[in-house]
């Protein structure tokens, strides 16, 4: 049986990282980051330096899961993308974002710099993302749109998937490519 020096063993281990992957993420460690972000980037560094997933889980006390999935992003060649995933739950839509919402629909889109005269759902969801960084789909903003009450009434809104414009109380709100209003 012929000894392989630590060398050797160093040459034949797989890296998952390039040079400038290492060098970025060795460089994020010094600057003082969200614990959670730290905690990703430790992971792809031990991955690279050979650890499995069971030794990264005691050294860091993280779920198997977190240390899988890491594990994962650093062998696809996609470690200097680390912050891009979002930490934790999606944000939720909160009463002030429901109020704001409730400001939109009643006021015209011209008076905020839009050249239309009339919110899409599509529209709203762009702009409350904009003012608050909590992204909804704009079928979930008509959703929000329909139960909301203006003055006691009901508001209307586009189902943008038929494309049908609903209206009552002098209140729409349409798809711009429906142009058939």
Not at 12 to 33: A, G, N, P, S, V
Not at 116 to 133: A, N, P, V
Not at 145 to 161: E, M, N, P, T, Y
């Amino acid at each position: 049986m012929t000894q392989v020096n630590q060398f050797d063993r160093e040459q034949l281990r797989i890296k998952y990282l390039t040079q400038f992957q290492r060098q970025l993420l060795e460089k994020q460690l010094k600057i003082e980051i969200v614990p959670e972000y730290r905690q990703r980037i430790e992971i792809m560094l031990l991955a690279d330096e050979g650890k499995t997933q069971t030794q990264i889980c005691r050294t860091l006390s993280c779920s198997p899961l977190t240390a899988r999935h890491w594990i994962f992003v650093a062998k696809s060649g996609q470690a200097h993308n680390w912050q891009t995933q979002p930490i934790g739950r999606p944000k939720t839509v909160t009463s002030d974002y429901l109020n704001r919402l409730k400001q939109l629909v009643t006021t015209n889109p011209k008076d905020l710099g839009y050249p239309f005269s009339r919110w899409t759902g599509e529209w709203l969801s762009k702009h409350l993302c904009q003012e608050f960084d909590i992204g909804v789909s704009a079928r979930h903003i008509n959703r929000l749109i329909g139960d909301l009450r203006v003055d006691g009434k009901s508001i209307d809104f586009v189902d943008c998937q038929h494309h049908q414009v609903i209206r009552s109380h002098n209140l729409t709100i349409a798809d711009l490519s429906d142009r058939q209003m």
